[in-house]
């Protein structure tokens, strides 16, 4: 089965992230990744944001051998493993897991063609920051963004359904 590069997009703004999901197309040219966030326990949508509030985004890319990925963290994190905290530097750990640089600059022109504010990549390869107003995420991911107020009293923001990306985004197997 194939699955696409980026398997989750944070539009909860550094409060939840999408899991991990295969995608499923539609007739439209896009897939969409995963269910919407949940609502966090004791949060209340307040509405829709405001179409123009800044949010800071994070596309997580798939890393290049899922699989390898777990083993190698099972391995390095369990007591009386062979390789009990043998961890790897961060650009040991991009080239080994993170995702290949053609990925990488197929999801950024794939984002970009969308319109979207595109940093650099994330030091282990898993990652892509967006920088970008609520309507230029709405529009690219076809949400809608809501308000919501956590029980803290803090604000975040929480897309309302699961977020589409090109069908024509990089894609690798699984």
């Known amino acids: 089965m194939r699955r696409i590069a980026q398997t989750t997009i ?40 405001d179409a123009g ?3 800071q985004l994070m596309v997580a890319l798939q890393p290049r051998d899922p699989a390898a990925l777990e083993r190698f963290a099972n391995a390095v994190s369990t007591p ?16 080994r897991f993170g995702a ?16 979207l504010d595109i940093g650099a990549a994330g030091r282990n390869h898993l990652s892509l920051p967006v920088t970008d107003t609520v309507a230029a995420a709405e529009e690219a991911f076809g949400v809608s963004i ?7 009293g803090r604000v975040a923001y929480r897309n309302n359904r699961a977020p589409a990306i090109p069908a024509d985004a990089p894609r690798s197997s699984a």
């Open 10 to 49: 944070a539009l909860l703004a550094a409060l939840a992230c999408l899991p991990v999901a295969t995608a499923a197309g539609n007739a439209d040219g896009v897939v969409r990744i995963g269910p919407p966030p949940p609502l966090p326990e004791g949060a209340t949508v307040e509405g829709d944001a």
């Open 146 to 152: 809501q308000r919501v107020r956590l029980m803290s």
């Open 80 to 95: 009386g493993s062979g390789s009990f905290g043998d961890y790897v530097s961060v650009p040991e750990f991009a080239r």
């Open 100 to 115: 290949t640089p053609a990925d990488i600059a197929g999801v950024r022109t794939a984002l970009e063609r969308e319109g």
């Open 53 to 55: 509030k800044e949010l």
